[in-house]
């Protein structure tokens, strides 16, 4: 099992920036990708941001919306996966979510290829 816990949410004028964290325990040494994911109220849940933790360097991948503007790195000692978010827009309104899978490959963007997730973390963009 694992155990993930979002933070860093809140409220931001647009073009700001944030940075959240996503702290994993239990058993991290089987955890192959993980993601950070967003919902806003009434729409699907879409995938932002992804790594292979399995990789050294690791690799990184982010959806096109956000590609220059979102980093997603990790901290191996800590066990934490950040979201560096920059330039945000009011439409990036939304629950931000951390996923981590154990399977040997999937389709970062799939939600369902994630057995484990957090509780979420609220980012509010204002215009």
């Known amino acids: 099992q694992v155990q993930l816990v979002e933070s860093g949410g809140g409220s931001v004028q647009a073009g700001g920036s944030l940075r959240l964290s996503c702290a994993a325990s239990g058993a991290t040494y089987s955890v192959n990708y993980m993601s950070w994911f967003r919902q806003a109220p009434g729409k699907e849940r879409e995938w932002v941001a992804g790594?292979?933790?399995?990789?050294?360097?690791?690799?990184?991948f982010s959806a096109g919306s956000v590609k220059g503007r979102f980093t997603i790195s990790q901290d191996n000692a800590k066990n934490t996966v950040y979201l560096q978010m920059n330039t945000l827009k009011p439409e990036e309104t939304a629950m931000y979510y951390c996923?981590?899978?154990?399977?040997?490959?999937?389709?970062?963007?799939?939600?369902?290829?994630?057995?484990?997730w957090g509780q979420g973390t609220q980012v509010t963009v204002s215009s």
């Open positions: 996923a981590a899978s154990t399977r040997p490959s999937l389709a970062l963007e799939s939600p369902s290829g994630y057995q484990y």
């Open positions: 790594i292979d933790t399995r990789t050294r360097p690791v690799s990184t």
